[in-house]
């Protein structure tokens, strides 16, 4: 037998602000079931927050097996030693095989304290998770250099294996309706220390933001765009398709869209069933946010830009043309059909 | 007086970074390093607080010999020390070993703040300043985008998706910061030629770091790169450049053919 025969389980934790779950958390599930699939083992969901055992039933339902809940006072926001301290714990007793985060701002800030105080490897923004057949190990696959290299990462000999994943990278299981998990309450013992912070105040970001992490149709505009003025268009291409509008970061950077809609390395990854992409160049750092995309199609002026070599329909020309024109016979088809 | 210590990196400019078109491969050659950005604003966060109330700012970067021109950078915009970690037996580290190696060397500067960057452009994990903070025992904020000290504490604004907490932390502590934290002054001439001939770069090698042998390199690092190699490129499409209501036509007829509309 080898060394960690006693480490077993895929575990995921579970993200919940305010008593809702991140979506990237039943993503991380639905990757976990297949891992799991593949190791003879089943699936935890760590929840830790405070009085929040009603979200035990929506994590059976989306594929947990388990579901570990930390409930305490301390957990009623994130912060990240008491959060730190609950993993550990949940790690020290349970000792699972491999543990998944959402690589989200909660997550990329928990993942590592909590690997430091483990001492195990971690491996950031995984696009691919798959078990090794013939050692059984946790092969985490991610970009390197801003996209333009893959790496595949192991932990051989460390217990558990680590790893984040960007939201809307992992595909979510089916949901089974009355699909139960089985719940165990964990108790942690927390002691308030030098390194707890004092939450003084939350502030909501101005107005209901936009997840494009999440959204089926995203129409997408870059330094091509010209002006915040005419993003307009887009917005109308994206209403007749029923979709949302993203942006490259020279957009962002230009002042004409918020940040929380940028596309690429240093914004969100996305994966929706059709990205158009208007009047983006296609840099490295945007295509590493989009590629996975399932159909993607570019209008753009220039036809040397890269985005054309892995759109898979484009066309060269005018986007203050084309782009008018398509919303207008989109929404004759539409009425049509 | 405080005492701030920056952790900063030199990083390949990943955007001049281009792929070689026929074999995929990576063109490194001619691509400049520069000072990490989410460093560089983290620095520029110290500079202001010694500005506005007094402070010693010592930047320390763990990388080749080559690592001293962002140190000497750090000096002309104003710290006043410089640290170099630099030796064979701490390559090839992951961020566990990174920030155990770090960490180390931190931990014989007197400190009441550690800045890091939120991530480094060419690794992008975000996870050596947490690591580096739990290795010191001290608390972290990621993701800082305003920062204020206060008596004994720092008032920190941190980021979510969302929303914003914003945090008192006592010092000491290690904060995260982000390029949106601020926008990082450029060299003076006096800072330049302070920071070649009046300035020193310290270097530690391995002898001067106190960490153990298994904490550090590739030998204390739990992760190992099992292979790398350059992304498929999906195949190419195809492209039309036909007049504006033909190319509209055409890409309506693809939406009919994939069931979008």
Request: proline content about 5%; overall charge negative; hydrophobic content about 40%.
């Amino acid at each position: 037998m080898n060394q960690f025969s006693e480490y077993k389980g895929v575990y995921v934790f579970v993200q919940q602000v305010e008593g809702v779950i991140a979506p990237v958390s039943f993503e991380l599930i639905g990757k976990a079931r297949e891992l799991a699939k593949d190791l003879g083992t089943g699936v935890s969901a760590v929840l830790c927050g405070y009085n929040v055992a009603g979200l035990a039933d929506e994590l059976g339902e989306c594929g947990a097996d388990t579901v570990v809940l930390v409930d305490d006072p301390a957990l009623e926001s994130y912060m990240t030693e008491p959060y730190a301290h609950a993993m550990h714990s949940v790690i020290e007793f349970f000792k699972p095989e491999v543990v998944l985060y959402g690589a989200t701002t909660i997550g990329r800030d928990l993942a590592p304290r909590v690997s430091a105080r483990v001492h195990t490897g971690l491996t950031a923004d995984c696009t691919k998770l798959e078990i090794d057949k013939e050692t059984g190990r946790l092969l985490m696959t991610r970009p390197a250099f801003g996209g333009n290299l893959m790496a595949t990462i192991v932990c051989p000999d460390f217990r558990p294996q680590m790893a984040t994943v960007r939201p809307g990278v992992m595909q979510r299981a089916e949901r089974v309706s009355g699909r139960r998990a089985r719940v165990l309450p964990f108790g942690v013992k927390f002691e308030k220390n030098d390194r707890y912070v004092e939450i003084l105040d939350v502030i909501k970001k101005m107005n209901e933001s936009v997840d494009i992490s999440q959204a089926d149709i995203l129409v997408s505009g870059g330094r091509g765009m010209g002006s915040k003025e005419n993003f307009q268009m887009l917005y109308d291409l994206a209403d007749a398709l029923g979709g949302r509008v993203s942006a490259s970061r020279a957009a962002v950077d230009a002042g004409w869209v918020d940040k929380e809609l940028q596309v690429g390395q240093t914004g969100k990854t996305v994966r929706p069933k059709l990205y158009i992409a208007v009047g983006i160049s296609g840099a490295i750092q945007h295509l590493a946010g989009m590629e996975e995309s399932d159909l993607i199609i570019a209008i753009n002026r220039d036809e040397t830009a890269p985005i054309f070599n892995i759109a898979d329909y484009g066309v060269v020309g005018d986007l203050n043309k084309v782009v008018p024109m398509l919303t207008e016979k989109i929404r004759a088809a539409k009425a049509e059909s | 007086m405080l005492n701030i210590v920056v952790c900063i990196k030199q990083v390949p400019d990943t955007n001049e970074v281009r792929l070689d078109p026929k074999t995929g491969t990576l063109i490194r050659e001619g691509v400049p390093s520069i000072m990490n950005p989410d460093d560089k604003a983290g620095l520029e966060a110290a500079l202001r607080i010694k500005d506005e109330l007094g402070a010693c700012v010592r930047v320390v970067s763990m990388g080749p010999a080559q690592a001293d021109a962002v140190l000497r950078e750090a000096l002309a915009m104003g710290a006043d020390e410089a640290y170099l970690i630099s030796d064979r037996a701490f390559g090839g580290a992951d961020t566990w070993a990174t920030s155990s190696t770090i960490a180390a060397a931190v931990s014989k500067l007197p400190y009441d703040i550690v800045f890091t960057g939120r991530q480094a452009i060419d690794g992008d994990t975000a996870q050596v300043g947490p690591q580096m903070a739990e290795h010191l025992g001290i608390p972290n904020v990621s993701y800082a985008e305003e920062i204020r000290v206060v008596g004994d504490s720092l008032i920190v604004k941190r980021q979510f998706e969302n929303s914003y907490q914003v945090v008192r932390v006592k010092m000491p502590c290690l904060v995260t910061a982000l390029t949106e934290l601020n926008r990082p002054r450029y060299m003076t001439p006096g800072g330049i030629f302070s920071a070649y001939r009046e300035k020193q770069v310290t270097v530690w090698a391995r002898a001067d770091v106190p960490v153990d042998d298994s904490n550090i390199g590739l030998k204390g690092s739990p992760t190992r790169v099992k292979e790398s190699f350059p992304k498929a490129l999906k195949g190419k499409g195809e492209v039309v450049t036909l007049d504006a209501e033909a190319e509209a036509d055409y890409l309506v007829s693809k939406l009919r053919e994939k069931f979008v509309i």
